[in-house]
């Protein structure tokens, strides 16, 4: 299930977007202020962010130096008269503009088209074909390894985790594996774990019934119950209270569950498939996940290639997205060959879901036909923006916990504080970054300051 997080200060506004958003089939997480608007981004990565860019405590675009903001789709909100705003915008790192008032019918498409994705699935297409398997797209040999643990997981009906970084494609493999299964006729519902209230989400995975608490007015049915006979996938599941996970364990075991406020035990026919971020293994370290749920969960652990180790696919990508972007604008834009080039040795640290967005800034960008390599990658940090020691030493003995936090927070010192170009030198996504370094500050070790990303400045 997508999130989108909405930063505007006028309360009416936002409420209004949100309405919207969850008619769409997002969760939604709402901020009126740029200290909020990270708050809520740290607790969730969003896959759409509407940002208005003129706030009361100054604009919009204080948030693309205080977030990752490649890791979501962005679409800023203008005036009439502040149009200068929205190319800004666009020239850093957002894919898209809506100006006030805003047309209801060109937002439902943004939503609509970050919902589905560029990949969708053409339903009278083949599920397989070369290069493509389901809503994947690829062919690499990372990729072909991975369509094969998926066929072979698939009819299996057994639990299955997914692990790989942000943007790397979890939910399309849980769609796979759904779509490839005996199940394939029955629900698939999305649960993403980080983006419920802690206080809602016994209630929003089981149910509830009539005045189980304050505000429930009728029986709910949770989504074990809307997966009935289907697919659950439980995405960012890492991210799950572990009262809960205690909770999901007993489901697991014994296929039966109560809605909140009742003593009646309900069966459940669903299969689990459950995805996260993080290295489970040291997430069980860390005791951000049950030992005995990891085990129950992967039976059929499968990994997911990051975008940089899977070769052409890159400029197959976006060769596809560009595609679709000339068909739907109907335009004829191509890459020039610094462009291609560009993107071959960007690192991705947002994977797929960046590529996506990168290309689609540059589409609209773009003056003539070709999309360059100067409005589709940022310019790189200067030299000598790194700054800092080139080396740090553990001890021999020192626990694996220990030397991941020296290892991290020495990266992040050389960095200079920047969260992004820290976590694309450490090879993890910058969510697995913010959320060791709160980890790290709730144990009381210093962590330096956030500071802005220099080599995500705006192109000149």
Known sequence: MPHLLIVDDDDAVRDTLAEIGRDSGYTVSQANSIKRAVIEWERHVPD???LDVRLPEGSGMDLFDRVPIDRAE???I???GTMDSAIEALRRGATDYLVKPISMDR????????????????????FKA???????????EPMLKLYDELSRAAPAEVTTLLIGESGTGKELAAHALHVLSPRSQQPFVVVNCGAIATNLIESELFGHERGSFTGADRQHKGYFEQASGGTLFLDEVTEMPLDMQVKLLRVLESGCFMRVGSHQEISCDVRVVAATNRNPEQAVQEGKLREDLYFRLSVFPVSLPPLRERGDDIVMLADRYLEILNAEHGTCKSFGAQARDALRDHTWPGNVRELRNFVRRAFILADGAELTAQALIRQPAPIGAETGPKSTRVPVGTTLADADRELILATLKRCRGVRKRTAAMLGISAKTLYNKLEEYGQDGHAVPEANS?????PDN
């Open 78 to 80: 203008t005036g009439h």
């Open 48 to 50: 759409l962010l509407l």
């Open 453 to 457: 990303p220099l080599h995500d400045k």
């Open 74 to 76: 962005v679409v800023v």
């Open 107 to 126: 937002l439902q498409r943004t939503l609509d088209r970050v919902a589905g994705g560029l990949g969708e699935l053409d339903e009278s297409q083949p």
């Open 130 to 140: 070369p290069g493509r398997f389901g809503k994947m797209i690829g062919q690499s």
